[in-house]
């Protein structure tokens, strides 16, 4: 079984403070952390304005089905909001190394 990375790129809409895009994306923890199949996550900054968040999943199957879900949950509409429309891009990568601290 490969692990999966999702790796989500975005800019936040211009109303949205960082401060304000954390706690949004807080707000899902515990829709994510349930998810079995879930690993890990982590959500940067760039010097470029350019956000990322980044979830490990034990598989593809696991990181497609929590994807096509992640629109229908209750947090999710204000989250997605933060988001500067068109900035979004997703993708799936199978994670070939990883090394540990």
Known sequence: ?????EIVTFTLAPSV???????LSQASEAFVRST????????????DGRWTDYVIWQDMETAQKVAASFP???????LMAAIAKGSEQMRHEEVHWQMKA
């Open 1 to 5: 079984m490969t692990q999966v990375a």
């Open 17 to 23: 403070s960082d401060a304000e895009f954390v706690a």
């Open 36 to 47: 079995p199949g879930f690993l890990h996550r982590q959500l940067s900054k760039g010097a």
């Open 72 to 78: 229908n949950q209750d947090f999710a509409p204000a």
